[in-house]
């Protein structure tokens, strides 16, 4: 019997903020600040922008703590990142803190899986964006986590693969 349950039945979703750009005193200090311009990979460890504690204070953004699954909702809608440091992010990032029920490596493969959905479904004149609704009710397969940790280790061992294969046909 196949199970699936609402995305927003299984992770908790934090949104961001950014902070003032007119005051610089909320600018360039010591918390990474992530936006959909730091997606390089399925890893994010890095942002090109930091912000200081009075700016966090002072926006809507939230600080999501390291292992966390970053999906943008405007713009780069289908990409998904885990954070490998603690970071604030902007508004157009939405945080999934993955409940015990979910293997975080498991839920990456899931929205990278839906990526193609997620963009057909993104709305907008200008910029293209999906409502934090549709990320909810994703059809999430309930799985037990033993299940889901093998399924996401075959995964990341054919992404692997994939990649070292990339790598050769470049370098001939």
Not at 26 to 40: E, H, L, N, Q
Not at 87 to 94: F, G, P, R, S
Request: hydrophobic fraction near 40%; include cysteine; proline fraction near 6%.
């Amino acid at each position: 019997m196949n199970m699936t349950v609402p995305l927003g039945d299984v992770v908790e979703i934090h949104g961001g903020g950014t902070p003032s750009r007119s005051v610089p005193e909320y600018w360039g200090g010591p918390i990474p600040w992530a936006t959909v311009k730091d997606f390089k990979s399925t890893v994010l460890g890095a942002t090109l922008e930091s912000i200081t504690p009075e700016g966090a204070a002072n926006s809507a953004t939230n600080i999501v703590p390291a292992g966390s699954i970053i999906v943008p909702t405007r713009m780069a809608v289908g990409k998904v990142a885990i954070n490998s440091i603690d970071l604030a992010i902007n508004q157009d990032l939405k945080a999934l803190l993955p409940k015990k029920c979910v293997d975080r490596q498991y839920l990456l493969h899931f929205l990278l899986s839906k990526a193609e959905f997620l963009e057909g479904r993104a709305q907008g004149a200008t910029v293209k964006g999906i409502k934090l609704d549709l990320l909810r009710s994703l059809e999430f397969p309930y799985l037990s986590v033993e299940e889901q940790r093998r399924i996401a280790a075959i995964l990341d061992k054919a992404d692997s693969i994939g990649r070292k294969r990339e790598l050769l046909n470049t370098s001939i």
